[in-house]
């Protein structure tokens, strides 16, 4: 059986930038809910070789990953460091979980 990679991007956070993760790369789903979301947004960002993080798109798509309400966003990233770009919402908790066909299990 497949593993997947599950990681917690953060629990009860507020607005600014998370703490990075490292992602193994591959297809993944973000999963994102909020206690207040105060007409703010969560993004899903990777870190660029330059040092800056920049917004993924929903997979498959050319639409950017900008959450406004609890729910879900697929992505596919290569490996490197992920993090949450919080805007306005509060108590906001996510996390990401990879595709079972991207790991040997």
């Not at 059986?1 to 998370?18: C, D, I, V």
């Not at 879900?72 to 490996?79: D, I, L, Q, S, V």
């Amino acid at each position: 059986m497949a593993r997947r990679q599950q990681l917690t991007m953060g629990t009860g956070l507020a607005a600014g930038q998370s703490t990075p993760v490292d992602w193994q790369g591959g297809e993944g789903m973000l999963s994102v809910g909020a206690v207040a979301w105060n007409g703010g947004s969560v993004k899903l960002q990777q870190m660029a070789p330059d040092g800056n993080y920049y917004t993924l798109q929903n997979y498959a798509t050319t639409t950017p990953i900008g959450l406004t309400a609890n729910g879900t966003a697929n992505f596919r990233a290569p490996a490197g460091k992920l993090s949450l770009l919080i805007a306005a919402a509060s108590g906001v908790s996510g996390w990401v979980i990879g595709d079972p066909a991207n790991a040997a299990g």
